[in-house]
């Protein structure tokens, strides 16, 4: 079993920058897919950034956010800037064992979620 826990998650003004961050239990040296999600109220869940063997970006995010894992600290992170308020959702991290990196960004490919992370974007 893997326990994920997102941080960093708060508000910030458009225009702005955040990192949100996601430990998991255990090495992530086992799970060869990670990824963000995030969720804004009436939405369904969308994918924002995975990383496997490459790195997949939401063409919404293209440019502005940046995917990255630290093996030694055994976390995710999500560098966001240029925040726009629709970019305010609730953010995700969910790792799998192994996927196809074309499946990167669905949420169907992923077994393990955390419990989220709040991202709050004001005009």
């Known amino acids: 079993q893997v326990r994920l826990v997102e941080s960093g998650g708060g508000s910030v003004q458009a225009g702005g920058s955040l990192s949100v961050s996601c430990a998991a239990s255990?090495?992530?040296?086992?799970?060869?897919?990670m990824g963000w999600f995030r969720q804004a109220p009436g939405k369904e869940r969308e994918g924002v950034a995975g990383?496997?063997?490459?790195?997949k970006y939401a063409d919404f995010v293209k440019g502005r956010f940046t995917i990255s894992k630290d093996f030694a600290k055994n976390t995710l992170y999500l560098q966001m800037s240029s925040l726009k308020p629709e970019d305010t959702a609730m953010y995700y991290c969910?790792?799998?064992?192994?996927?196809?990196?074309?499946?990167?960004?669905?949420?169907?490919?992923?077994?393990?979620w955390g419990q989220g992370t709040q991202v709050t974007v004001s005009s």
């Open positions: 969910a790792a799998v064992s192994g996927c196809m990196d074309q499946f990167l960004l669905s949420p169907r490919t992923y077994n393990y």
């Open positions: 990383i496997a063997s490459t790195t």
């Open positions: 255990g090495s992530i040296s086992r799970l060869g897919c």
